[in-house]
């Protein structure tokens, strides 16, 4: 059966569902329909012809892909090469000069992504993971004679040819685009190369470009072509970025400036994705046609003209304008409508710029094979698909409400169920639902919150890195003579700086002083006492009082706390957490950190659980009684199947349809219980008070038994039960109680009232065979995991330090 399971969900190819579901429909139809998409029926040729022969097919592909990838035998590189200059200074060469030995292989297989799609010999990354204690040595040596001696890679270098669609339904050749599947052990020498670069790529490619280097995220390119759109409003690629720079340095390209500091831009990369900015006017982009031919000249590389096209600044004349397309050879655009995928200005209509995310998440929540997931598969698809749709917006943009407001109904349709033309029965609300599970939630995320965490890491980041390039443009926009944490919204601003200034009152929240040499610090007003909310000194400033920094308490001759002034001017509990605080020896400099984390650096993960908790501080409501919270956490501990903790999940939220319910909600006019007809059926009655429950109850646990509460909340019963049995006890209960359900539901249907007996005979046996499926499941995995080096603690006496390479 996990084979099985297994087989079927690599097939899917369904990354996002490691939990919930197992070998169901689901994965089958997915796989299904993978095969559906992934066989081409038919293609357009230029001429308009259609081609449905397979071999006619497989020649237009490779006849395509054959002259698209010839070489164009490129010349001129002194030209296009003269303006870069030596990067590689003699520390650097050494370091790519160091030999390779075993550890960087095997840290190269263990950063793989283990079930990747494997190359001609078949074998995926998992297979040299899980194994590598019998094939490491002649992997290692294979490897390590390829980088160290010039060995050949003839032998594995074989790579399958795969077709990936570029648009939803492709016509042509050009709407696909060509990935190579290499072996693995080819892969393992291209990335243990690509290991050794990276520590070096930072010093080497400039900022401009913001990919390739770990650290710059593609939002560091969209913020600053974004305020750069606005302000106008209102590899051999560092050859390009030095071509371009000396044009500027020698007067014949003109930057675009950043208000009146010194800053200017005149190009922005992300990988192949570029934005090139100059005066309107025909000499100027003459220059930069001319950097660009010498560039395409030497590199091969070709401008596609009908992926390219000009913005224009509003004081530009129209005159000028069709000039300039006409040197050009591409089309303009009103608007600026996207650049990585994000509109690059937004407008008046923010709502319009936006509504794509309402089409996307509703084409993934309406798709049909989505029927086929059970409850628990539904949870999964809904937290890692569908609420990760708006991630990369979000980081950006504060999203309209109305937006976010859409979205959190889409979602909640999707969880609820639908159909084409109504609803079904939303039984809990989505503020609810987006509680954490130990606060009777389920943890969807409320899409506003998590905005602003999103956004408060942008303010992190540029607080962190002051010197970047989106850190600097912003400086000198909106805060050039002020701090980050000071800024002010300022006026005329644009929608992307609206939103990072919003995130930073979050931020604010969570920051906390580390002390160094307290110079920074100031006493009476910062946030720097590490222990007792809200961190500040509550002590009154004396008139008379001179110390104003953190430093101005520290002897510097001793480096100690200054007793007699600490006892002078705090209260005891205040000076305890002083005195908590070590003083730096070597005088560092003080430093924000964030509190919420142990390494004290921002997480979107803190942020976000710190504005729930601000939240509900703020509109007065508790985090739940230790009680309560007890209960809920037991619901998703028990070793039950998905389906019973969602059952006793719904049922704990009165999210049944008991009759009592329905009638609530004016669905039926009767709420008698059907089975003993005198009290009203609530999920108390029907799964523990009846006398039809009690019969069952009679068969089970001896504690149950004896317990004579009676409640028409299943919560109040539950909260009890978790007080005076074990987990184990409480998973034969909660077995128990989706059994009467299921028998109630079935008498409903006219199908047989099962014995009590029976009944809880049935319970236990399911329970029986989920807990051996669990084991098992727990035995494979530990097996699978078996090969991965796993960090162990230092022998007594000795310390141990582990650090990145990177």
């Known amino acids: 059966m996990t084979e099985n399971d297994l087989k079927w969900r690599q097939r899917a190819k369904q990354h996002w569902l490691k939990h919930g579901d197992r070998n169901t429909r689901y994965f089958h139809m997915q796989a299904s329909q993978r095969r559906k998409i992934n066989y081409i029926k038919r293609v357009e040729v230029p001429q308009g012809r259609i081609v449905t022969e397979q071999a006619e097919i497989g020649g237009v592909f490779t006849g395509f892909f054959s002259s698209l990838f010839a070489s164009t ?24 000069m160091t030999p390779f030995n075993k550890e960087h292989i095997k840290d190269a297989i263990f950063q793989m992504n283990p079930l990747g799609s494997p190359g001609p010999d078949g074998f995926p990354a998992q297979f040299y993971q899980k194994h590598w204690e019998v094939v490491g040595e002649q992997v290692c040596n294979f490897a390590l004679k390829v980088l160290n001696q010039g060995g050949s890679l003839k032998e594995v270098n074989d790579t399958f040819i795969t077709l990936i669609p570029k648009v939803k339904n492709p016509k042509r050749v050009t709407d696909f685009r060509p990935i190579s599947l290499c072996n693995v052990v080819y892969k393992i020498v291209s990335k243990t190369i690509a290991n050794r670069l990276k520590v070096i790529l930072p010093k080497l490619i400039s900022l401009n470009q913001s990919a390739f280097v770990p650290g710059r995220l593609i939002s560091d390119n969209t913020l600053v072509a974004y305020e750069i759109l606005h302000s106008m409003n209102s590899r051999m690629k560092e050859a390009l970025t030095a071509l371009l720079n000396q044009a500027e340095a020698c007067g014949v390209l003109t930057p675009v400036p950043i208000g009146r500091s010194p800053i200017s831009v005149n190009h922005l990369f992300f990988a192949d994705d570029s ?81 794509t995310l309402i089409d996307r998440t509703w084409s993934r929540v309406s798709n049909w094979k989505n029927k086929y997931l059970s409850v628990a598969g539904k949870e999964v698809l809904l937290k890692a698909v569908l609420q990760a749709i708006p991630t990369y917006a979000m980081g950006m943009f504060l999203i309209p409400i109305s937006i976010t407001n859409k979205l959190n109904q889409l979602l909640r349709k999707f969880w609820w169920g639908f159909n084409e033309d109504s609803s079904k029965i939303q039984w809990v609300n989505w503020k609810q639902l987006s509680h954490s599970k130990e606060m009777g ?29 989106v850190g600097r443009i912003l400086k000198q926009k909106y805060f050039s003579k002020e701090g980050l944490l000071e800024a002010k919204v300022g006026s005329g601003p644009s929608f992307a700086w609206r939103g990072i200034h919003a995130g930073l009152s979050l931020l604010k929240e969570g920051l906390i002083w580390r002390v160094g040499n307290g110079q920074h610090v100031n006493i009476w007003s910062a946030k720097w006492l590490p222990f007792s909310p809200p961190y500040k000194i509550q002590s009154i400033r ?43 020896m070597r005088g560092r400099e003080d430093k924000l950190v964030w509190q919420f984390t142990t390494n004290g650096l921002y997480t ?17 409501e508790t985090s739940g009684k230790e009680k309560e919270k007890q209960a809920w956490k037991t619901i998703w501990k028990l070793r039950v199947t998905p389906a019973t903790k969602m059952f006793l999940w719904r049922a704990c939220n009165e999210a049944l349809p008991t009759l009592a319910n329905l009638r609530r909600r004016k669905v039926v006019e009767h709420s008698s219980c059907l089975t003993c007809k005198q009290e009203a059926e609530t999920s108390g009655h029907v799964l523990w008070g009846c006398i039809a429950a009690k019969d069952v109850w009679g068969q089970g646990v001896k504690k149950v038994q004896k317990l004579s509460m009676q409640s028409d909340l299943i919560f109040d019963i539950w909260s009890r039960l978790v007080e005076i049995l074990s987990l184990e006890e409480l998973e034969e209960v909660a077995a128990t109680m989706r059994g009467i359900w299921t028998r109630r539901n079935n008498t409903l249907l006219g199908k047989e009232f099962k014995h009590p007996n029976a009944l809880y005979q049935l319970a236990k046996t399911e329970l029986v065979l989920y807990r051996e499926a669990l084991a098992e499941d727990i035995r494979a995995k530990l097996t699978a995991n078996a090969g991965f080096p796993r960090w162990s603690k230092p022998e007594e006496g000795l310390f141990k330090v582990n650090w990145d390479a990177a």
């Open 441 to 469: 939630g389920l943890g969807f995320r409320d899409l506003r919150s998590f905005n602003l965490a999103l956004l408060s890491k942008q303010g992190w980041r540029i607080l962190q890195n002051p010197n970047s390039l």
């Open 73 to 96: 035998h490129p010349t001129n590189f002194e030209n296009c090469l003269f303006a870069l200059g030596s990067k590689l200074d003699l520390e650097m060469q050494a370091w790519l």
């Open 542 to 584: 004396e008139v008379d009082c001179w110390c104003e920094k953190v430093s101005d308490l520290i002897d510097p001759q001793v480096q100690q706390w200054k007793e007699p002034l600490l006892q002078e001017l705090f209260t005891q509990q205040e000076i305890i957490d002083i005195k908590s605080i070590p003083i730096s």
């Open 275 to 355: 934005l090139f900015f100059c005066q309107a006017k025909a000499e100027e982009l003459r220059h930069v046609l001319n950097i660009l031919d010498i560039y395409e000249k030497a590199s091969g590389k070709v401008i596609n003209k009908d992926k390219s096209s000009i913005f224009f600044s509003r004081n530009t004349g129209q005159a000028a304008q069709q000039q300039i397309l006409e040197l050009t050879g591409v089309k303009s655009c009103g608007t600026f409508e996207k650049y990585l995928g994000l509109p690059a200005l937004v407008g008046r209509a923010k709502v319009a710029s936006f509504h």
């Open 604 to 620: 979107v993960k803190s942020g976000y659980h710190l504005n729930k908790v601000l939240e509900c501080a703020q509109e007065g």
